[in-house]
Structures are given as C-alpha cells and as structure tokens.
C-alpha cells in the first residue's frame, strides 16, 4: 500500500519563486503542493485551514516575516505535527537561529539542487531535522559570542545525565545512528534518550534540540570544535 503523498504548502512572496517549487515538487511522486500564500500573514491562514505536513517558508517577506508566521503556527497545538522549513537566500544568515529559535524544523538555500530539495522535505516530513553537522557547528559558533539565555531557557536539571549526553550530541547534528555509535549503545535506545529529552523540554524536533543546547551553556563553540571531527 503506497504511503499518503507528503502535503506541502508553499509561502514566498516572489510568484515565480512558488511557481518554480510548485513545477518540481508536482512533478515528484510522494510530494503533493496543496496551496501556496505570498505573504505571510496569508500563509498562515492557509496553514491552519489546510494543516499540511511541511511549509516551505521565505524568511524575508514585505509586511511580516517569514520567522514570525513561523512562531505563529509552531504556537498553535492544533498544528504540532506541521514542520516549517525556512528559505534562505545565503548559506548562513542572521535568520537562521532565530528561525529555529521560532520553531523551524531547518532551511534550505532557496538555490538548492533540486535533489537536495526533495530529500528535505522528506526528511523534515518524518520528523528529522534538517541541520547538516557543519551547520550546527557554525551556528554555535556564530552564536556563543552572545551570552546564554539561561532565564528563558529549561533547566538542565530535568534531563538525566544519560539525556544530557544525547542532547549535546544531538544538538551537533549526529543521527540517532551515531549517537549509538559514539555512546556504544543501540540506535534504538538512542532514539529513545532523544525522544524523552525533546518531551522532557517541549521540543518540537531534533532542530529545537540545537536552540535548547546554545540557550543552557550544553554545547559551546568549544566542545563543538572539539567533537566536530566525529560529527
């Protein structure tokens, strides 16, 4: 039995930016474009009404920002299971932290190979998020220069400590296959510290796993460079 076809909502202001998306995504069995807004506020209603699986969402857009419809809709619960992917135009921006401090599950370069656009959405489809390790070093690294939000940020103490070590792992972008790697455990009992971690801290996805790591002191540009080798 083929699996229901992945439903996406397309929101950028440019027309022939969404009608480049929508010809490509069309065109891939398994992905279906269900609506497209070019603004945010309109994207928003649109999401609501439709609750598709991904929204692929501009980060720049006249009247509202792209982050703002974005921490709109990861703040509505009828919602939760809808996964926002920002468009980006640059490989690293002043967004991009902020979008996921928002509640995006990762960006895309809006010149992407299409190939590489395809497995995104599939990969934030399922729940991943899709932040490569490079990026995740380069967003502490970017970051750590300022001071962690430690009064809006949970506490470390409602992790276990065996929690403590995936998150950190996690947060430098390694998959539940080598975070059992690395902590000589099985990808299962990985996934199951990973998943009691982001239940423990409201997290979304593995993508607000980062923002948790950065805002409680958890990873560092340090450890970051430190086990950037592995990741």
């Known amino acids: 039995m083929a699996r229901p ?8 202001d440019q027309a022939l930016m969404r009608a480049g998306f929508r010809a490509l995504l069309d065109a891939e069995e ?3 474009v269900v609506g497209e807004a070019g603004d945010a506020a309109a994207g928003v209603a649109l999401v609501r009404d439709l609750a598709p699986d991904v929204v692929l969402m501009d980060v720049q857009m006249p009247g509202e920002s792209g982050i703002e419809a974005t921490r709109r809709i990861a703040a509505d619960p009828v919602l ?17 932290f902020e979008a996921l401090r928002a509640g995006a599950s990762g960006f895309l370069l809006k010149d ?3 190939v590489d656009l395809l497995a995104g959405i599939v990969v ?3 729940g991943d998020a ?12 970017e970051f750590v220069a300022r001071p962690p939000d430690r009064a809006t940020a949970p506490g470390l103490e409602c992790l276990t400590p065996r929690e403590r070590e995936v998150t950190a792992l996690a947060a430098r972008g390694l998959t539940n296959e080598e975070i059992a790697a690395h ?7 990985a996934k199951t ?3 009691r971690a982001m239940t423990k801290l409201g997290a979304r996805d593995r993508a607000q796993l980062v923002v948790f790591a950065y805002e409680s002191g958890l990873v560092t540009a340090r450890s970051q460079e430190a086990g950037g080798a592995g990741a």
């Open 30 to 32: 398994g992905i279906e």
């Open 193 to 195: 510290h990973v998943s």
């Open 112 to 114: 992407s190979e299409p």
């Open 130 to 141: 899709l932040l490569s390790p490079s990026v995740t070093r380069r967003l502490i690294g």
């Open 5 to 12: 076809a992945i439903r996406v909502v397309l929101v950028d």
């Open 124 to 126: 934030v489809a399922r």
């Open 80 to 96: 939760n299971d809808v996964r926002v992917v920002m468009l980006t135009n640059y490989a690293f921006d002043a967004y991009v």
């Open 183 to 189: 902590m000589v455990i099985s990808p299962f009992t």
